[in-house]
């Protein structure tokens, strides 16, 4: 089993920053990919960053040049620092992590609200 637990949502005005932090604690061993997906409300969840255990990055183009992922393998601690947060930002985040054995684990996921 893997556990994820995301912190560091809140509420921010436009133009504002937020760091998203997800601690990941079990069967660590073995992640292959890591990410952060979004859902708004009434609408599907989608992708917003992933990071592959080789160091490739791929974002959504609604973010790109806003945020960044990136993680600290010491602290088993994945971050998303975003950037010049938009409205449409708005959205609960989902740390996401891919196992190759275990399969596919989600945290319970953060608020993120940004103000007009």
């Known amino acids: 089993q893997v556990l994820l637990v995301e912190s560091g949502g809140g509420l921010v005005q436009a133009g504002g920053s937020l760091r998203l932090s997800c601690v990941a604690s079990?069967?660590?061993?073995?992640?292959?990919?890591s990410g952060w997906y979004r859902q708004a409300l009434g609408k599907e969840r989608e992708l917003v960053a992933t990071?592959?255990?080789?160091?490739?990055?791929e974002y959504a183009d609604s973010v790109k040049g806003r945020f960044t992922i990136s993680n600290d393998s010491a602290k088993n601690t994945l971050y998303l620092q975003m950037s010049s947060l938009k409205p449409e930002d708005t959205a609960v985040y989902y740390c996401?992590?891919?196992?190759?054995?275990?399969?596919?684990?989600w945290g319970r996921g953060t608020q993120v609200t940004v103000s007009s």
């Open positions: 996401h992590a891919r196992h190759t054995i275990l399969g596919v684990y």
């Open positions: 990071i592959e255990s080789d160091g490739s990055i």
């Open positions: 079990g069967n660590i061993f073995g992640i292959k990919r």
